[in-house]
């Protein structure tokens, strides 16, 4: 995780502080301004379910077992989380960050049965895990918009292919995955997906797309679809 403290962090703390200073301190990195004075809204400012580890910074890599969400209560947030009658929880929002998940092949199962609203998930926080892959069940949540997976063990850079299926995706970090060493991380990242306004903290540029779009004309060879030739 060496390069988690390098670069990347001066990087992200120099964006964080812009931001504050245009849309105010309030807002986190996922927000963006909409025209001249609305500003939408910060993916903290809803009620969301959070079972982060309690672990120390010191022990933020040490092994622990992860959270068993249909037993442990959610940790509080800035916005109480209503429950309603049937033990179900009202939220967009999803935090399981700092935890040692490796695997999601129950995910979709268990926030079925967690959340009221299970396809309403907007924000999946799944930060400083040991993921592997980007598995396939987190593009079953349509109208995901803002997704975190920094801080995994991500190896192969074409695992970002399986995110193009997510219309609303805006803002996604990779960060402190070992894809981060890969030569056009970024600009493959951002020829694969679009859609993103920011990717890794950062706003993407018109510059960016540009210098995106080069170079996977440079680097990606288009599959050739061949025919099949018609039998008379």
């Not at 930060?127 to 063990?153: A, E, K, M, Q």
């Not at 859609?195 to 599959?223: E, Y």
Request: aromatic content about 8%.
């Amino acid at each position: 995780y060496k390069h988690l403290f390098g670069a990347t962090v001066t990087r992200m703390a120099e964006n964080l502080l812009a931001a504050s200073r245009r849309v105010g301190s309030t807002l986190c990195a996922c927000s963006r301004a909409v025209g001249p004075v609305q500003v939408e809204p910060c993916c903290q400012a809803v009620p969301s379910c959070s079972w982060h580890s309690r672990r120390p910074p010191s022990a933020l890599f040490a092994a622990s077992p992860p959270p068993d969400l249909l037993t442990e209560e959610p940790r509080p947030g800035l916005r109480p989380i209503r429950r309603l009658e049937g033990g179900r929880l009202l939220t967009q929002a999803v935090r399981l960050n700092n935890n040692t998940l490796n695997d999601l092949t129950d995910f979709p199962d268990i926030m079925e049965k967690l959340l009221e609203y299970p396809l309403d998930i907007y924000w999946i926080d799944l930060s400083f895990n040991d993921l592997p892959n980007i598995d396939r069940v987190l593009t079953t949540f349509y109208n995901l918009r803002n997704l975190n997976l920094h801080g995994n063990s991500i190896q192969q850079l074409s695992e970002v292919d399986k995110l193009a299926v997510l219309p609303h995706l805006r803002n996604l970090t990779l960060h402190g995955n070992p894809i981060e060493e890969d030569k056009g991380y970024r600009s493959y990242v951002l020829s694969t997906l679009p859609q993103l306004k920011n990717f890794d903290f950062s706003g993407v540029t018109k510059l960016d797309r540009s210098t995106a779009a080069v170079w996977r004309r440079m680097n990606i060879k288009p599959k050739v679809i061949r025919k099949k030739r018609e039998r008379y």
